[in-house]
């Protein structure tokens, strides 16, 4: 891509929903990956909570803070200035009340240069994304399996199989718009329920695992790459293994090492003869 890439807005998102042009979404966490997801423009960048996860090596998202979150925002901003940057509120950083909401969804926007925030949760925290809405911060909601329910919903698993929990998802999606949601996320939803989401929606769907008929299509960069070692999920398409490169790389350095075949002449740095002299001089 080339460095005149436009600024992608909320206005560009429903563009493409209109012309029926599919957004592209993926997560990132630091400024290397940034920058090529920004050369590649991807259009939507989301420092998920995920992070807990894929960087920290916690069994679930609910150990992460908005003092973690924070400063991995703040270099995926340096390494995309282009793409809609979304922070994604972590657990129990807008559950409390409307004010604790809006002050953490302030954090992202001020200290990182969030474009907008995702939350978790349907009809029971619309009251959250309407307040944070109305100070003049986009919301993208996020429905179907959600991380920091994990719990209650019974662990990782589909949700909305059955026709009253679909509705129930229907229902919530219908409750974001309503509240001002500028988009909504659907991870692990059955597919037909999301293409009759997308249908009534006027906002634009993004699907994680819920089909072809959303707006746009989100993926776990370390699912996409072999970067998480504890499992692959299913709804990932594994773009290629940078997993098993690494690993080998690092076996091949410490193979170099111990037969002594690194540092070859080429990796280090010399002096000249005289200064050498003149070093061991005046060291006596």
């Known amino acids: 891509m080339s460095e005149e890439r436009k600024k992608v807005t909320l206005r560009t998102l429903f563009a493409k929903k209109e012309q029926g042009v599919p957004i592209t979404m993926l997560t990132c966490y630091d400024y290397p990956t940034a920058y090529f997801m920004e050369q590649a423009g991807i259009d939507i960048l989301l420092v998920g909570d995920?992070?807990?996860?894929?960087?920290?090596?916690?069994?679930?998202?609910?150990?992460?803070?908005?003092?973690?979150?924070?400063?991995?925002?703040?270099?995926?901003?340096?390494?995309?200035?282009?793409?809609?940057?979304?922070g994604d509120m972590p657990y129990?950083?807008?559950?409390?009340?409307?004010?604790?909401?809006?002050?953490?969804?302030?954090?992202?926007?001020?200290?990182?240069?969030?474009?907008?925030?995702?939350?978790?949760?349907?009809?029971?925290?619309?009251?959250?994304?309407?307040?944070?809405?109305?100070?003049?911060?986009?919301?993208?909601?996020?429905?179907?399996?959600?991380?920091?329910?994990?719990?209650?919903?019974?662990?990782?698993?589909?949700?909305?199989?059955?026709?009253?929990?679909?509705?129930?998802?229907?229902?919530?999606?219908?409750?974001?718009?309503?509240?001002?949601?500028?988009?909504?996320?659907?991870?692990?939803?059955?597919?037909?329920?999301?293409?009759?989401?997308?249908?009534?929606?006027?906002?634009p769907i993004i699907s994680l695992g819920s089909g072809p008929d959303a707006d746009g299509q989100l993926l776990i960069f370390h699912d996409m790459f072999g970067l998480y070692p504890k499992f692959t999920p299913r709804m990932a398409r594994v773009y290629g293994d940078a997993g098993k490169v690494i690993l080998d790389g690092i076996a091949q350095y410490a193979e170099d090492v111990t037969t002594r075949d690194f540092p070859q002449r080429e990796n280090w740095f010399t002096m000249k003869d005289d200064a050498f002299e003149e070093l061991k001089r005046l060291l006596g």
């Open 50 to 86: 995920s992070l807990g996860m894929t960087i920290l090596g916690y069994d679930s998202t609910l150990p992460v803070t908005m003092d973690i979150m924070v400063p991995h925002a703040q270099a995926v901003r340096r390494g995309s200035p282009s793409a809609l940057l979304i």
């Open 92 to 203: 129990m950083t807008y559950q409390p009340s409307i004010e604790t909401a809006i002050r953490n969804a302030g954090r992202f926007m001020a200290e990182a240069g969030c474009d907008a925030i995702k939350l978790e949760g349907g009809v029971e925290i619309a009251d959250r994304v309407e307040a944070i809405a109305k100070v003049g911060i986009p919301v993208m909601g996020h429905l179907g399996l959600t991380p920091q329910s994990v719990s209650a919903l019974g662990g990782f698993r589909v949700q909305g199989r059955g026709a009253e929990q679909a509705k129930k998802i229907v229902d919530d999606a219908k409750a974001l718009e309503d509240a001002g949601a500028f988009s909504i996320l659907l991870e692990m939803v059955p597919a037909r329920v999301c293409k009759l989401i997308t249908e009534r929606a006027g906002v």
